[in-house]
């Protein structure tokens, strides 16, 4: 196959649930099913190598050493297949049998849908997908890690347009995360951290990008966590597809209860990348004021939204030295008057290096438009006590679901944030200083103005006044005819 008959051939399953099951809840049957085969046919070629290289020695083909994950007897892609009666019930013990002898990797992958429940899966329908994925042998021989890798993203992108609202809670727009990627730069052997990492692609996108770039990334020590079950899933087989294996994702709540400690504190990063759920209202706003890890560094955020928890906490997890992070968040943490104290904090602490502004719709499934906060815990000297804004709105290409970034949009973005320096009509460096004296607020147009682009064409005083006055002199024949018209009448 090549990558478009892999896609149409994954993309197929999803036909069998059509009418039955809600479009945002394919993911937690089709990803499952999908990961189940390729481990069972991978385990297959595994045996048939160490078979052949054996001379035929049954028992050496089946030691542990010769597979990258275990299939216990009876839990078997060949096996399910065979059954017809109660089929949900015997995938669910296999999903459990296989997460048992391979708990290290593998514990709780499967997820927690209901196959058992025939309501919604009847046992045709169960033998249907079975059959489906039947038809082709997943195999790394066939199947490339890297080709399933891209064919897997393009199943996380397909069940993200079909499910509405909840598309952003697994899926962030793919072109940003190069953005985001591109800007933080990550280098061999450092560490990448997403609090809430959805199905994992920023993580993905840094390991991918050095790949390409020909470096090392089997170093880069990668690390998420998600609340959801059924996402963290969806992130830890992304990974797994693939072909990484040097990666922690840990399901929970990142503000509630961060999983990732060191020495009883949060452990520190190089890199944070996140797009956090933006404006949270039920979180444990008692609990961050007096928050055991330290976190409030610049206050407790108000009950209705929960962003500057979420900044505190990945400012609390970088790195003193090394650290920087890039997080994508709606417009209002730049300049909401309830949060006006903490981001003074912050930019006295003087770690914001950057403000990105993005176009509208880049959030899936959401009109808003978007930004990028960039900071740096050890900023260039010739940074400091300054913060580039950059208004790339209009950099965007508009599409019905989602907008994109074109690399076009992209490169112009990265060349004038690494530059940083003044740009007309598109990027500013601004002293701090100046920033607290406006109220601390970080409105990007404040300081870059999408209206200074049209100012070479703005007519003169005069002309705005002769033109006004003959819109009001139309304006009031206007009138005049339709009154004379009505009392016509």
Same mark, same amino acid.
């Given at each position: 196959?090549?990558?478009?008959?892999?896609?149409?051939?994954?993309?197929?399953?999803?036909? !069998?649930?059509?009418?039955?099951?809600?479009?945002?809840?394919?993911?937690?049957?089709?990803?499952?099913?999908?990961?189940?085969?390729?481990?069972?046919?991978? !385990?297959?070629?595994?045996?048939?190598?160490?078979?052949?290289?054996?001379?035929?020695?049954?028992? !050496?083909?089946?030691?542990?050493?010769?597979?990258?994950?275990?299939?216990?007897?009876?839990?078997?892609?060949?096996?399910?297949?065979?059954?017809?009666?109660?089929?949900?019930?015997?995938?669910?013990?296999?999903?459990?049998?296989?997460?048992?002898? /391979?708990?290290?990797?593998?514990?709780?992958?499967?997820?927690?849908?209901?196959?058992?429940?025939?309501?919604?899966?009847?046992?045709?329908?169960?033998?249907?997908?079975?059959?489906?994925?039947?038809?082709?042998?997943?195999?790394?021989? /066939?199947?490339?890690?890297?080709?399933?890798?891209?064919?897997?993203?393009?199943?996380?992108?397909?069940?993200?347009?079909?499910?509405?609202?909840?598309?952003?809670?697994?899926?962030?727009?793919?072109?940003?995360?190069?953005?985001?990627?591109?800007?933080?730069? $990550?280098?061999?052997?450092?560490?990448?951290?997403? $609090?809430?990492?959805?199905?994992?692609?920023?993580?993905?996108?840094?390991?991918? @990008?050095?790949?390409? +770039?020909?470096?090392?990334?089997?170093?880069?020590?990668?690390?998420?966590?998600?609340?959801?079950?059924?996402?963290?899933?969806?992130?830890?087989?992304?990974?797994?597809?693939?072909?990484?294996?040097?990666?922690?994702?840990?399901?929970?709540?990142?503000?509630?209860? $961060?999983?990732?400690?060191?020495?009883?504190?949060?452990?520190?990063?190089?890199?944070?990348? +996140?797009?956090?759920?933006?404006?949270?209202?039920?979180?444990?706003?008692?609990?961050?004021?007096?928050?055991?890890?330290?976190?409030?560094?610049?206050?407790?955020?108000?009950?209705?939204?929960?962003?500057?928890?979420? %900044?505190?906490?990945?400012?609390?997890?970088?790195?003193?030295?090394?650290?920087?992070?890039?997080?994508?968040?709606?417009?209002?943490?730049?300049?909401? &008057?309830?949060?006006?104290?903490?981001?003074? +904090?912050?930019?006295?602490?003087?770690?914001?290096?950057?403000?990105?502004?993005?176009?509208?719709?880049?959030?899936?499934?959401?009109? @808003?438009?978007?930004?990028?906060?960039?900071?740096?815990? %050890?900023?260039?000297?010739?940074?400091?006590?300054?913060?580039?804004?950059?208004?790339?709105?209009?950099?965007?290409?508009?599409?019905?679901?989602?907008?994109?970034?074109?690399?076009?949009?992209?490169?112009?973005?990265?060349?004038?944030?690494?530059?940083?320096? &003044?740009?007309?009509?598109?990027?500013?460096?601004?002293?701090?200083?100046?920033?607290?004296?406006?109220?601390?607020?970080?409105?990007?147009?404040?300081?870059?103005?999408? @209206?200074?682009?049209?100012?070479?064409?703005?007519?003169?005083?005069?002309?705005? !006044?002769?033109?006004?006055?003959?819109?009001?002199?139309?304006?009031?024949?206007?009138?005049?005819?339709?009154?004379?018209?009505?009392?016509?009448?």
């Amino acid at each position: 196959m090549n990558l478009k008959e892999l896609e149409t051939y994954l993309w197929g399953a999803a036909t !069998y649930l059509r009418g039955v099951i809600d479009a945002g809840d394919y993911k937690q049957y089709i990803f499952p099913l999908l990961f189940f085969k390729r481990i069972c046919d991978v !385990y297959d070629e595994e045996y048939n190598v160490a078979l052949e290289e054996s001379d035929g020695d049954l028992d !050496y083909a089946s030691f542990a050493e010769n597979h990258r994950f275990q299939v216990p007897e009876g839990s078997h892609w060949a096996d399910i297949r065979s059954v017809t009666v109660n089929v949900g019930q015997s995938l669910n013990k296999a999903f459990r049998e296989i997460e048992r002898i /391979n708990a290290q990797q593998l514990q709780g992958i499967f997820g927690d849908a209901e196959w058992t429940n025939k309501e919604r899966l009847t046992d045709e329908m169960l033998c249907n997908l079975i059959e489906h994925f039947s038809q082709r042998n997943l195999n790394i021989t /066939n199947v490339p890690n890297d080709m399933l890798g891209q064919a897997y993203e393009y199943l996380i992108r397909k069940f993200a347009d079909d499910s509405g609202h909840t598309a952003a809670e697994f899926y962030t727009n793919r072109t940003v995360v190069r953005l985001m990627s591109l800007i933080a730069d $990550p280098q061999e052997g450092e560490s990448i951290y997403d $609090p809430t990492c959805g199905s994992g692609g920023l993580l993905l996108n840094c390991a991918m @990008m050095l790949k390409d +770039a020909e470096k090392e990334y089997r170093t880069l020590r990668l690390y998420g966590q998600e609340i959801n079950l059924i996402t963290s899933s969806i992130a830890r087989m992304n990974m797994l597809l693939h072909g990484f294996e040097e990666f922690s994702v840990e399901r929970g709540d990142t503000l509630k209860d $961060p999983r990732f400690m060191e020495f009883d504190e949060l452990q520190r990063f190089d890199v944070v990348l +996140a797009n956090p759920p933006y404006s949270i209202k039920a979180w444990d706003q008692k609990g961050f004021t007096n928050d055991p890890f330290g976190r409030n560094i610049w206050g407790t955020p108000p009950q209705g939204c929960a962003d500057y928890a979420f %900044q505190q906490h990945i400012m609390k997890s970088l790195n003193p030295q090394t650290g920087r992070c890039v997080v994508l968040w709606p417009h209002g943490i730049l300049f909401r &008057d309830a949060e006006q104290a903490m981001r003074k +904090a912050m930019i006295e602490s003087d770690c914001v290096e950057a403000v990105i502004g993005l176009g509208a719709n880049l959030f899936y499934n959401s009109p @808003m438009e978007a930004c990028l906060l960039i900071c740096r815990m %050890q900023k260039p000297e010739e940074r400091k006590g300054k913060i580039l804004f950059i208004n790339a709105v209009d950099e965007v290409k508009h599409e019905k679901t989602a907008s994109q970034l074109e690399e076009q949009h992209i490169q112009k973005i990265l060349k004038a944030y690494r530059e940083y320096k &003044d740009i007309p009509l598109f990027a500013r460096v601004v002293e701090n200083e100046e920033i607290l004296n406006n109220n601390a607020t970080l409105s990007i147009p404040l300081y870059v103005s999408r @209206m200074q682009k049209e100012e070479k064409n703005t007519a003169s005083l005069e002309e705005i !006044y002769a033109q006004w006055q003959k819109s009001s002199d139309e304006l009031y024949s206007s009138l005049d005819e339709l009154i004379n018209t009505l009392e016509g009448k």
